[in-house]
């Protein structure tokens, strides 16, 4: 396999097995992508980590991590608008931050064109919701295409961009976990550099850039005109296509990922129902759908999360007086996680089961799987931080929550962190439980990449409206749970360096007057600033920092200078206390059946920051 930035570059055309995430960098290459922005997030990160591999002198489009989702969205209508042909990824719940520029783009004219590729979460893989995104587009009449493999996220990005460019509105093209993950080989076509005009093309006269009260309606009703030309758009470019196995009885009507789980499901049927699977589904292409139902007394809604298509065909089929018997969602189950072969199995099964068995592997054959939950990593400043703030606060005490390596202080032994809603709202949640509040403290925990991405408006509010409660910023230096991605604060961005913005700084800045500033890594001090903090009667904040060792680590091993070093523990001090397994619980501490305690040496990082939890001494270097 070439490298993958010379892959990405390759002039002729080829094949090579990629990813979705990196199929996907591929055809903004070739679709001559001027201005790409993101915020970090699973399941799209890796599409960051393909263009961080073509060189930036080689890269044939600018591309930034910019501080939120909205920024993001924000920066890419900015570029389109100055006739760049631009591109925004997210992870599954990155829109709900965007939404509220993205819900007039498609009023507006985007003379560049614009792409928006959301990574959605069956499932909830790696998400706080399983959220469906496809309401983004009913919401805001915005074209959506779903592939269900790399070859499709390939092709599908090529031709949204060009639906784009000619209907100047912004396309949304939906991926899913598995499709962002899963890697086929994926045949490419040749790509000649083009020499681009950068000449800023923004004019005022190119479109209605100001969304007013007595221009809205207008706008609105174009919106509504174009919809008729996606479906028409859709069925000439080969988007949705049909499986013939000739049966006029049974039919399903399918799209993205659960196409393939159904395909796989299929290879064992005897009869097979014929599929349409859709490639535009928003909005449904109303041809295809149409000529589908009329030929077939019985067609299955097969689609994950919600039941969107099913009530747009249930809809078409009554007003056009279609008696095609529809069949969508049966119970509570079909609206829930990803449709996996097994699961679609199950559904197809309930629905024709003459026609599909019920399962294929019996539940005393399964394997057993042993559980292993997420974890902070050895050497973690957060798990020294939360070790030191339970042993400061009272077991009454309320601790809130916020998105981060942190969040893994709900678990035990440290139960930091009771409350956890979304990206920064820590510090707001937290002041609404000061209120009427006299006997209980209340501290919030915070990142640093969260900081700047939203919490600073919560920080404003708490100072604004004098609420007295304690947040605990956890300072790691990167934007640890996505990739080690930089913010603000870390003296860099994807392109190189920049100025760092300090958060104590910031802080200052916004008139926070009870700043203290500890290392995650001096438990005792940390206890001792908790404590007072908590007892001023006023917005405090404890600056818990200590670099993410994780990143620290690696970085040291590819200067080739980090040398493996490890903690032991004293066997004739300790007296099985357990404060190191039961309190602490670095996962390097392993309890052997006969109770005693050893260090896993090929986990431990040698830090040292669990010494000064063994009340006897025996943990030593």
């Known amino acids: 396999m070439k490298h993958m930035g010379d892959m990405l570059l390759t002039q002729p ?28 997030g699973s399941p799209t990160p890796e599409i960051a980590t393909a263009i961080r591999s073509i060189p930036g002198e080689q890269r044939p489009f600018y591309f930034e991590f910019s501080t939120n ?35 007039q783009l498609n009023l507006l004219n985007l ?3 614009m792409i928006i590729v959301l990574g959605d979460d069956p499932g909830a893989n790696s998400s706080q919701n399983e959220q469906d995104n496809r309401h983004f587009s009913y919401l805001s009449y915005t074209p959506m295409l779903e592939p269900a493999d790399p070859t499709e996220v390939y092709g599908y990005y090529l031709k ?42 923004f004019n005022p006269d190119n479109g209605d850039y100001i969304p007013l009260v007595s221009r809205i309606l207008p ?106 018997v529809i069949i969508g969602k049966t119970g509570v189950e079909d609206w829930i996680g990803e449709y996996t072969p097994d699961k679609v199995r199950a559904i197809l099964h309930q629905t024709w089961p003459k026609m599909i068995a019920a399962k294929t592997l019996s539940e005393d054959n399964k394997p057993y799987v042993a559980k292993r939950p997420a974890q902070m990593c050895p050497g973690c ?6 070790h030191a703030v339970k042993k400061a606060l009272k077991d009454t005490d309320i601790t809130v929550a916020d998105i981060g390596c942190h969040t893994l202080g709900f678990q035990e032994p440290y139960y930091m962190g009771q409350i956890l ?51 605990v910023l956890m300072e790691n230096g990167t934007t640890a749970m996505t990739g080690h991605q930089d913010h603000a604060a870390t003296g860099s961005n994807f392109n190189g360096s920049t100025d760092k913005i300090p958060v104590r700084q910031v802080l200052e800045g916004l008139g926070v007057k009870n700043i203290h500033d500890v290392g995650a890594y001096k438990q005792a001090e940390l206890i001792d600033l908790i404590q007072k903090a908590t007892e001023e009667d006023q917005f405090s904040v404890v600056i818990a920092r200590h670099p993410c060792m994780l990143q620290f680590v690696r970085k040291q091993r590819k200067k080739a ?54 009340p006897v001494n025996a943990i030593v270097r």
Request: glycine content about 6%; overall charge negative.
């Open 13 to 40: 055309a080829f094949s090579e097995i990629v990813m979705g995430n990196t199929s996907l960098v591929r055809a903004m290459v070739e679709a001559g992508t001027r201005v790409v922005s993101a915020y970090p």
């Open 69 to 103: 989702e909205k920024v993001a969205m924000e920066v890419a209508y900015g570029a389109s608008i100055n006739g760049h042909l631009s591109t925004v990824f997210f992870k599954s719940v990155g829109l709900n931050v965007a939404s509220d520029t993205f819900v």
């Open 111 to 113: 003379i560049g064109g």
């Open 160 to 201: 949204a961009a060009e639906m784009s460019v000619t209907m100047q509105k912004p396309v949304i093209l939906r991926l899913t976990t598995h499709v962002c993950h899963m890697k086929e080989k994926v045949s490419f076509q040749g790509w000649t550099p083009q020499k681009h005009d950068d000449t800023p093309r």
């Open 219 to 324: 706008l609105k009703q174009k919106a509504l005109s174009n919809l008729p030309l996606y479906e028409k758009w859709s069925d000439e470019a080969g988007l949705n296509k049909i499986d013939d196995h000739g049966n006029k009885e049974q039919g399903i009507i399918v799209s993205g990922l659960p196409y393939l789980s159904l395909m796989e499901v299929l290879d064992s049927a005897s009869v097979k129902p014929d599929v349409l699977k859709l490639g535009l589904i928003y909005p449904p292409p109303r041809d295809a759908i149409r000529s589908f139902l009329k030929s077939h007394q019985e067609v299955k809604i097969l689609e994950e999360l919600d039941n969107e298509l099913e009530k747009e065909i249930k809809m078409m089929a009554f007003d056009e007086k279609i008696n095609t």
């Open 381 to 386: 400043g957060h798990r020294s931080a939360f």
């Open 421 to 471: 809603l979304c990206m920064g709202a820590s510090t707001a949640i937290a002041s609404g439980l000061t209120l009427f509040n006299k006997t209980r403290k209340v501290v919030a925990f915070l990142g640093d990449s969260t900081f700047f991405h939203a919490g600073i408006p919560g920080i404003v509010n708490a100072l604004f409206n004098n609420h007295n409660l304690t947040l």
């Open 561 to 614: 200078s980090y040398k493996q070093k490890s903690v032991t523990i004293d066997q004739n001090t300790c007296d099985r206390a357990n404060e190191c397994i039961e309190v602490f619980a670095c996962p390097t501490f392993t309890r052997k059946e006969d109770g005693v305690i050893e260090v896993n040496s090929d986990l431990c990082i040698g830090d040292g920051s669990c010494i000064q939890t063994c």
